[in-house]
């Protein structure tokens, strides 16, 4: 099957502090950390300075998408056995990396008091960032909504079928009234076509407004259900790069080009170092 001709990716202006996004979702085999490695990928290509936080920090597999062997993990920095640029790799586009540990029990049972030190090595990091995406872990454990709570913005990976509706709800559900969020992104992954996302979306939306009320949904966009994106999971390479001209990769190019629109933080909370301390004061396992 001959592949459509590439989405083209404009160039941006960077702008002046740093954005955060929590990916995240409300149960597993959604696609979720495929969808933050491609949104990585493409805004690091749109000329984005973006790193990838890989915060489902007992089941990593970010690093595994694309093909990476890092030496070090977050598990060893917390260890002591390396420091934080020894942690930190550049994956496809100049995107960086922070890799979590993969069954690892103990890094999903952090407490409070063994955070203190990301504070200042996240300060620390020398590079300017544009963009931090969080890739968090599924479901609604505390770890995943103080991740989301701590970032400037929330976006739900979600499937056209009843659990993952079901658990996405819940989630939205949980952080709108445990957490006091109020705006949550949407983006319909694996669905058959623009319209059943754009369904999929007006049906999880309805819910909301009917049963919680106090929270703001908006669409980010829709991912098919693409061929090409299972054979670059295959080959560990980013779709958006592997192969930029098929659906999904216009889909994926197409959000990030959205999120890179979004202005940039005038107040100081939108640097890396904030986003941390803000995890750290509300407890969660990081």
Not at 58 to 84: E, I, K, M, W, Y
Not at 174 to 198: C, K, P, T, W, Y
Request: with cysteine.
């Amino acid at each position: 099957m001959q592949l459509p001709e590439p989405n083209p990716i404009p160039a941006a202006p960077r702008p002046g502090s740093v954005r955060t996004l929590a990916v995240t979702g409300g149960k597993g085999g959604i696609g979720k950390t495929n969808v933050s490695v491609n949104l990585g990928v493409a805004l690091a290509g749109l000329g984005k300075r973006t790193m990838l936080f890989d915060a489902d920090l007992g089941l990593a597999n970010a690093d595994v998408l694309l093909g990476l062997s890092p030496l070090h993990t977050l598990a060893d920095l917390v260890a002591g056995r390396c420091g934080f640029p020894d942690v930190v790799i550049e994956g496809p586009a100049g995107l960086l990396i922070v890799p979590a540990a993969s069954g690892r029990r103990h890094m999903a049972e952090l407490q409070p008091a063994e955070h203190t030190g990301l504070v200042n090595v996240f300060s620390e990091f020398e590079h300017d960032l544009d963009m931090l995406l969080v890739d968090t872990a599924a479901g609604i454990t505390d770890s995943v909504l103080t991740f989301c709570q701590a970032a400037q913005d929330a976006a739900v990976v979600v499937c056209d079928e009843p659990a993952s509706i079901t658990d996405a709800y819940a989630l939205i559900k949980v952080l709108a009234r445990e957490r006091g969020v109020d705006r949550v992104q949407i983006i319909a992954n694996m669905v058959r076509s623009a319209h059943e996302g754009r369904a999929l979306y007006d049906k999880l939306s309805r819910v909301c407004e009917r049963f919680i009320g106090d929270v703001s949904l908006n669409y980010l966009g829709a991912v098919p259900h693409c061929e090409w994106l299972r054979a670059a999971v295959q080959r560990q390479q980013a779709v958006v790069q592997a192969f930029p001209g098929s659906p999904s990769a216009r889909a994926l190019v197409e959000i990030a080009q959205r999120v890179g629109r979004w202005q940039s933080p005038a107040a100081p909370r939108g640097h890396v170092e904030f986003f941390v301390e803000r995890m750290i004061r509300q407890g969660a396992p990081a």
